[in-house]
């Protein structure tokens, strides 16, 4: 049984661009929640996806946006990047039916300058 | 407000010792509270979670005891040993509520001395 994993690991962007991440849940796991890490602070709820549709978000803009694939697996879309969006942005998985219990992957790094 | 309020910020215990963290929360239809650990430059790994219906969950050397009338938890780790040095989170979420995500404290740096 594989964990969660994410892609890339690292990224560095320029103010103005745009930047696409992405997740595979973790094996038996139906729902995706997306979440930012600032640096020294916790995480904090971007969206959820379930059945490849958004079914709750965050205090986030409408610039990130994401989307959930048949086999799962997860993508967090970010537009018109500034330099707060530098953080730590994580994937969590959960079982079907229990949406509370959520693992974690790696995160990926995300640099703005 | 949701708000999860977590203390200390920081905190050393030597080896063998007992780490306390406190967390208190504001939301009464939270019904699930985690635990998660983190190392530098890794993702949270949930390291042990209650409900509201026990007053106390062990499991190991990490104990999570829960006051729900004063909407209150904390997580103990007993005999502390330095490969616990790391950031904790606690957590809680309505599991029943949609899907608001986790309402995550600040965190609370440890660090076990040898």
């Known amino acids: 049984e594989t964990g969660v994993t994410q892609s890339p690991t690292h990224l560095i962007k320029t103010r103005g661009q745009q930047v696409t991440l992405r997740c595979s849940s973790q094996s038996g796991h139906n729902t995706v929640s997306w979440y930012q890490q600032a640096l020294g602070q916790g995480p904090q709820f971007i969206f959820q996806?379930?059945?490849?549709?958004?079914?709750g978000r965050g205090n986030f803009p409408p610039r990130f946006s994401g989307l959930q694939f048949p086999n799962y697996s997860s993508e967090l879309n970010v537009n018109a990047l500034e330099l707060d969006d530098s953080a730590l942005y994580l994937c969590?998985?959960?079982?079907?039916?229990?949406?509370?219990?959520?693992?974690f992957g790696p995160g990926t790094r995300l640099l703005v300058l | 407000q949701q708000q999860v309020k977590q203390s200390p910020q920081s905190l050393i215990v030597q080896k063998g010792g007992i780490s306390i963290i406190n967390c208190a929360y504001e939301n009464t239809a939270f019904d699930y509270f985690p635990w998660y650990q983190q190392f530098p430059g890794k993702g949270p790994a949930l390291l042990i979670a209650?409900?509201?219906?026990?007053s106390e969950k062990k499991e190991g050397r990490f104990t999570i005891s829960f006051n729900k009338s004063a909407k209150q938890f904390s997580l103990h780790i007993m005999d502390s040993q330095p490969g616990d040095s790391a950031t904790y989170f606690c957590?809680?979420?309505?599991?029943?509520?949609?899907?608001?995500?986790?309402?995550f404290g600040k965190g609370t740096h440890l660090i076990i001395q040898p």
């Open positions: 996806y379930y059945r490849e549709e958004e079914n």
């Open positions: 209650i409900r509201p219906d026990v």
């Open positions: 957590a809680a979420i309505h599991s029943g509520g949609g899907a608001d995500g986790l309402t």
């Open positions: 969590a998985s959960s079982f079907p039916g229990t949406q509370e219990t959520q693992y």
